[in-house]
Nanobody, 121 residues
Framework: QVQLVESGGGLVQPGGSLRLSCAAS????????MGWYRQAPGKERELVAT???????NYADSVKGRFTISRDNAKNTVYLQMKSLKSEDTAVYYC???????????????WGQGTQVTVSS
């Protein structure tokens, strides 16, 4: 009923920039928090940034000052602008959203399929 589709990953040199997008579609009633997580090889998935429906933002310390999360509620889309990328930012990036589907009374956490970001020279 709900899909999160990510785009914008790829290969970039250290110091470069990328912008990730994640669009939610389906029988959506309301979207609460949205966010980005990442998982590097051999490591656990970790929070990158989250944004509430009201615009309150939280960043992991490792990305503060370099990454910017934003959302367009009219488009059910969340973005992650990444600048000054480092090799340690290499990971699969996953979009996350807490969504209440039409006709349901509960909120459920949905995940995107992931998009690879590789920072290498």
């Amino acid at each position: 009923q709900v899909q999160l589709v990510e785009s914008g990953g790829g290969l970039v040199q250290p110091g470069g920039s990328l912008r990730l997008s994640c669009a939610a579609s389906g029988t959506i009633f309301i979207i609460n928090d949205m966010g980005w997580y990442r998982q590097a090889p051999g490591k656990e998935r970790e929070l990158v940034a989250t944004i509430t429906s009201g615009g309150t933002i939280n960043y992991a310390d490792s990305v503060k000052g370099r990454f910017t999360i934003s959302r367009d509620n009219a488009k059910n889309t969340v973005y992650l602008q990444m600048k000054s990328l480092k090799s340690e930012d290499t990971a699969v990036y996953y979009c996350n959203a807490f969504i209440r589907v039409m006709g349901k009374s509960y909120v459920y956490a949905y995940w995107g399929q992931g998009t690879q970001v590789t920072v290498s020279s």
